[in-house]
């Protein structure tokens, strides 16, 4: 079975960019629906974006429209988030999803593998 693995995060200033990654280790991209969720101290979990295994379908989270990008490589067999024009409030620990065969991109309980998160924190 699949096991995400996610890579990428650290500290960065607010107004710049990172760029996650996140190898679906185990199984193929092609196969699995990707998602990106992210989770603050104290907050609830929360969609980020999301790529469907079928047709390579993204969607956002309507509030990061704008800034953040979905991508998949499937030779690389890893799925990306490019984050730019960061905000404080885009620290969270950021986790990589994958729903084998999945439709559903946005809810999280649609989703049977999880990472183990990459810390994303954006200084002021």
């Known amino acids: 079975q699949v096991q995400p693995v996610e890579s990428g995060g650290g500290l960065v200033q607010a107004g710049g960019s990172l760029r996650l990654s996140c190898v679906a280790s185990?199984?193929?991209?092609?196969?699995?629906?990707m998602g990106w969720f992210r989770q603050a101290p104290g907050k609830e979990r929360e969609f980020v974006a999301g790529?469907?295994?079928?047709?390579?379908?993204?969607v956002y989270a309507d509030s990061l429209k704008g800034r953040f990008t979905i991508s998949r490589d499937n030779a690389k067999n890893t799925v990306y988030l490019e984050m730019n024009r960061l905000i404080p409030e885009d620290t969270a620990s950021y986790y990589c999803?994958?729903?084998?065969?999945?439709?559903?991109?946005?809810?999280?309980?649609?989703?049977?593998?999880w990472g183990q998160g990459t810390q994303v924190t954006v200084s002021s």
């Open positions: 999803a994958a729903n084998l065969y999945g439709m559903s991109v946005q809810k999280w309980d649609e989703y049977d593998f």
């Open positions: 185990g199984g193929s991209v092609v196969t699995h629906t």
């Open positions: 790529i469907r295994w079928s047709d390579r379908t993204a």
